[in-house]
């Protein structure tokens, strides 16, 4: 019983995040085509959008009017988020399709349905406020290493879902990327590591067997940053980890899509530009951080394993 209700609370939060929300009311519908579609309208979404559909204020604003509503069920919970990031992405999206799907969908009476989209658009403007200059975002590369020293907190950043196994102290722990490198380095020793090492621990690790695709890519690109001290872009002010090339391996994707007609698109609240220069690492230096430990000299392939085969 615990278990199940531990899974459900689980699906209500990815719900309740726009860019993690189901395709389908049912997420069980959802298949890899519908989600890689999605994956290719979101990243060519603005940097600051993307961060504002994945912001955790956001999904706690969508539990509360979920909750207000009496709303806080899988489907419906899905079905806000998603009437929330299709008013950025689909083209001509307006007031009157909201509120049709408001009824329809989450058969909701006229009168509450006013007040439940005055409230979600109220959420949209706090999402879309961000692309005009309402989050700050100063980006720095530093090895994971350097990262977590200068930022304490970004130890705690998960990767997956499921609690590890430590090989240290046989204890469940959280996903966090301290007690990754904490297992890691328990099986494999705290020097550095070769490829041929990573990759083991990758394919064979009981905890890695856990994660999803994209999670054991982030993980990856974790250890290969301990390792070989590769500097990984921080978002400064959220104090997380940004993981750059997850997306890049994704440039293949985004070339067969569709081209877009137009490099804007109409919504709610109006225009926003789909598409915006290249991302701000590339204007700005970095500023002379080696982050050098006192590991020895290392003979190793510059790239991780090979994130396909994973």
């Known amino acids: ?12 939060r990815r719900q309740a995040c726009p860019m993690s929300a189901s ?9 890899d085509k519908d989600i890689q579609t999605w994956l ?10 993307r961060v504002g559909l994945v912001d955790e204020k956001t999904e706690k604003e969508i539990v509360k009017i979920a909750k207000k509503y009496n709303l806080y069920k899988v489907g419906e919970v899905g079905e806000i988020s998603r009437i929330i990031r299709d008013s950025f992405v689909i083209d001509g999206f307006n007031e009157a399709d909201a509120k049709e799907r408001i009824i329809s969908n989450l058969r909701v009476e006229e009168t509450a ?8 658009i109220e959420l949209r403007k706090k999402i879309g406020n961000v692309q005009d200059g309402g ?6 590369k530093m090895p994971v290493m350097v ?12 990767i997956g879902e499921k609690k590890i196994v430590l090989s240290e ?21 705290a020097q550095a590591h070769n490829n041929l090492e990573r990759s083991d621990y990758i394919f064979n690790s009981k905890n890695v067997e856990k994660l999803t695709f994209e999670e054991k890519q982030k993980l990856a690109i974790i250890l290969e940053s301990y390792d070989e001290e590769e500097k990984l872009s921080v978002d400064v002010k959220r104090k997380i980890f940004l993981f750059d090339s997850i997306e890049n391996n994704q440039k293949t994707l985004r070339e067969e899509a569709s081209p877009v007609k137009s490099n804007r698109r109409k919504s709610i609240l109006g225009e926003f530009p789909l598409v915006e220069s290249e991302n701000k690492d590339n204007s700005r230096k970095e500023e002379g ?17 090979n994130l396909k085969d994973i």
């Open 1 to 12: 019983m615990c278990a199940n209700i531990e899974k459900e609370n689980i699906l209500l």
């Open 23 to 31: 395709i389908h009311w049912k997420p069980e519908d959802d298949t």
């Open 40 to 49: 290719v309208v979101y990243n060519k979404l603005p940097y600051q959008i």
């Open 113 to 120: 349905m006013i007040r439940l989209y005055e409230e979600m």
């Open 135 to 140: 989050l700050d975002v100063v980006i720095e």
């Open 147 to 158: 990262a977590m020293d200068n930022f304490p907190e970004i130890s705690n950043q998960l």
């Open 169 to 189: 102290t046989e204890k469940y722990e959280k996903p966090s990327i301290e007690n990754w490198i904490n297992d890691y380095t328990s099986q494999k020793g």
């Open 289 to 305: 951080m080696n982050g050098k430990k006192d590991f020895t000299t290392k003979d190793q392939s510059k790239h991780i394993i």
